[in-house]
């Protein structure tokens, strides 16, 4: 994905690269603060990337291609009306294929590296995951293809995602009135990436937050509760290869040790802490962030 964002546009890199400074010196200048050492990491998650990202654009690719060549019609490309419709199925897509990588562990083993950074800056956003291709996530827009989406409007759309995205990381916009009703913002986002109680698994749209609203997983960011960022129970991490494997990792512990096959697919299929009898999510950010959740962000003073 990054090396789709990075290579294809100079200009959309440039203008990455200012804003990333920009906010690197509001960052100091509010003293916020600038992890230098989580900012390699991400660079070094960006360039492991690249090889599984042009694998994965091949086949996955290949598979979309395929999908497309059996849609019984084609949305004409030149007609608005294929784009509105486009825009907000992909949304949809988006929405449910994000929401169940926070609740399948298998997905959530490779969105887990987006969610690593302990602080919300424009450069976090570019910690993918390596694993993208195999954790499946993409079998949610194949309803699209075959429904008659063209495989060019379900790229375009995605890589417009993913710049809106890449903007909405950032604690230094703060709210922007009516746009919050229905556009995803960096508010929401911040809260998306919250590791508090009152804020976990919330605000999964990709440009769109009316899903959100829609099917009551959309919460509002608090002056009250301050975002606390990074994924539970794991410590920060500098090392890309550990940041980028380290859920499956677990997996693959947990699955050894399974005592059965139905405990074999718990394993690869439901978060540990997710199990009926164990201690919620939500109970496990209240004890992680009362214990050693380290935060080097400043409380909630956004500008306005
Ligand atoms: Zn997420
Ligand atoms: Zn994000």
């Excluded at 804003?19 to 010196?25: G, R, Y």
């Excluded at 989406?149 to 379900?154: E, R, S």
């Excluded at 009250?224 to 990074?230: I, K, S």
């Amino acid at each position: 994905m990054e090396a789709e964002l990075l290579s294809r546009s100079p200009l959309w890199l440039a203008t990455l690269l200012l804003l990333v400074l920009v906010e690197l010196a509001w960052r100091k200048r509010t003293r916020r603060g600038y992890d230098g050492r989580a900012a390699l990491a991400t660079f070094g998650l960006v360039l492991g990337n690249i090889p599984f990202a042009l694998l994965n654009g091949t086949i996955i690719g290949g598979i979309f291609l395929a999908a497309a060549s059996l849609a019984p019609v084609q949305w004409p490309l030149h007609d608005w009306r294929s784009w509105a419709a486009g825009f907000l199925l992909f949304e949809f897509a988006y929405y449910w294929f994000h929401r169940a990588s926070h609740h399948v562990r298998w997905l959530w083993a490779s969105h887990a590296v987006h969610h690593s950074a302990e602080q919300m800056t424009l450069l976090a956003s570019l910690r993918l995951g390596w694993t993208s291709g195999l954790s499946l996530g993409w079998v949610f827009y194949l309803p699209l293809l075959l429904a008659g989406c063209p495989p060019l409007m379900l790229a375009a759309l995605r890589a417009f995602d993913l710049r809106y995205q890449f903007l909405l990381h950032t604690e230094a916009v703060g709210k922007l009135g009516p746009l919050e009703w229905v556009l995803n913002t960096p508010s929401h986002h911040r809260v998306h990436h919250a590791a508090n109680q009152a804020y976990l698994d919330r605000n999964f749209g990709g440009v769109l937050i009316i899903f959100d609203r829609l099917f009551g997983t959309f919460a509002e960011e608090r002056t009250d509760e301050r975002p606390r960022y990074g994924v539970l129970g794991k410590p920060a991490s500098y090392n890309p290869v550990q940041l980028a494997l380290r859920e499956w990792r677990a997996m693959a512990r947990d699955l050894c040790t399974a005592p059965s096959v139905r405990a074999g697919l718990r394993a690869l299929l439901v978060l540990p802490d997710a199990s009926a009898a164990q201690p919620s999510r939500a109970t496990s950010a209240r004890a992680a962030s009362e214990t050693s959740r380290q935060v080097t962000s400043k409380p909630a003073s956004f500008p306005k």
